[in-house]
């Protein structure tokens, strides 16, 4: 299926900045409708304690719909508003409304200050069941998906992101394939399953790489080697225990990939 319902995390900060870019990119590469979800941190406490919106989160509000209008120029748009900062309450609402689309924009956390939540993009990945697109903290909205790197294991947050990441890839110039080990027991009875051949069925210019380290050193190698081939989109599967499929750590594949990225990343859960 086509990407046609995007939706993107602003809060009125250059900390949202490359998330929009790149939203706005997919927005005109697919023809898709662009939405803005406008979800920040309320500071004042008597507001929290009100349930209603301080003059500076409106203010904030006016000015990220300002910027977010002028970036979309000539797209179909909308604007949602979440209206109290409550931390927990907003990123509920957060991954609500990210139920309601086909592909979900964020920026990177490390880019992000006070105004939002540091778990926000977590669990946005994590309860979201949508694939999510991470901007890096330096990200223009640059084009994405001719030079890929895919982080692989047999098992369904991996595979949900292999084939979300499909519409992003098509023209795809080189698509490396990085694997730890294949979850399937090969014995006489097993069928010769290759995510590489099921690739090659699409048309896609697939090629295998089987890595040997542990933990966090196949998150590092799947950046590295991001690096080396001059990658614009790393896609990797999510977990809904609060790890990546490619870790056994509870989290820390998560964090250290979003820590970490210098590309954009496709996350699927």
Same mark, same amino acid.
């Given at each position: 299926?086509?990407?046609?319902?995007?939706?993107?995390?602003?809060?009125?900060?250059?900390?949202?900045?490359?998330?929009?870019?790149?939203?706005?990119?997919?927005?005109?590469?697919?023809?898709?409708?662009?939405?803005?979800?406008?979800?920040?941190?309320?500071?004042?406490?008597?507001?929290?304690?009100?349930?209603?919106?301080? &003059?500076?989160?409106?203010?904030?509000?006016?000015? =990220?719909? =300002?910027?977010? &209008?002028?970036?979309?120029?000539?797209?179909?748009?909308?604007?949602?508003?979440?209206?109290?900062?409550? =931390?927990?309450?907003?990123?509920?609402?957060?991954?609500?409304?990210?139920?309601?689309?086909?592909?979900?924009?964020?920026?990177?956390?490390?880019?992000?200050?006070?105004?939002?939540?540091?778990?926000?993009?977590?669990?946005?990945?994590?309860?979201?069941?949508?694939?999510?697109?991470?901007?890096?903290?330096?990200?223009?909205?640059?084009?994405?998906?001719?030079?890929?790197?895919?982080?692989?294991?047999?098992?369904?947050?991996?595979?949900? =992101?292999?084939?979300?990441?499909?519409?992003?890839?098509?023209?795809?110039? &080189?698509?490396?394939?990085?694997?730890?080990?294949?979850?399937?027991?090969?014995?006489?009875?097993?069928?010769?399953?290759?995510?590489?051949?099921?690739?090659?069925?699409?048309?896609?210019?697939?090629?295998?790489?089987?890595?040997?380290?542990?933990?966090?050193?196949?998150?590092?190698?799947?950046?590295?080697?991001?690096?080396?081939?001059?990658?614009?989109?790393?896609?990797?599967?999510?977990?809904?225990?609060?790890?990546?499929?490619?870790?056994?750590?509870?989290?820390?594949?998560?964090?250290?990939?979003?820590?970490?990225?210098?590309?954009?990343?496709?996350?699927?859960?």
């Amino acid at each position: 299926m086509s990407i046609k319902d995007i939706l993107v995390h602003v809060d009125g900060d250059a900390s949202t900045k490359p998330g929009l870019a790149l939203a706005v990119a997919q927005a005109r590469r697919f023809g898709a409708r662009l939405t803005a979800l406008f979800a920040r941190n309320e500071l004042s406490v008597p507001a929290l304690m009100a349930h209603r919106p301080s &003059e500076a989160l409106l203010a904030a509000s006016s000015e =990220a719909r =300002a910027a977010f &209008e002028a970036a979309a120029e000539g797209l179909e748009t909308r604007w949602w508003q979440i209206d109290h900062g409550g =931390a927990e309450d907003m990123i509920a609402e957060a991954v609500f409304c990210s139920h309601y689309v086909d592909l979900v924009v964020l920026s990177q956390p490390a880019s992000q200050g006070v105004h939002v939540p540091p778990t926000l993009v977590q669990r946005v990945i994590l309860d979201a069941g949508r694939p999510v697109l991470v901007a890096p903290t330096d990200g223009k909205g640059e084009p994405i998906g001719r030079k890929v790197v895919i982080g692989w294991r047999s098992g369904k947050q991996s595979t949900r =992101a292999l084939h979300d990441c499909l519409p992003l890839i098509e023209g795809v110039k &080189e698509l490396l394939v990085v694997y730890r080990r294949d979850l399937v027991k090969k014995d006489s009875t097993t069928p010769p399953v290759s995510i590489i051949d099921h690739l090659l069925a699409h048309g896609l210019p697939a090629v295998g790489e089987r890595v040997m380290t542990e933990d966090l050193g196949v998150m590092d190698t799947l950046l590295s080697r991001a690096y080396d081939v001059d990658a614009d989109l790393l896609v990797i599967g999510g977990h809904a225990g609060k790890a990546l499929s490619f870790s056994g750590k509870a989290g820390a594949g998560t964090r250290h990939i979003l820590a970490h990225m210098g590309l954009p990343v496709l996350f699927s859960c």
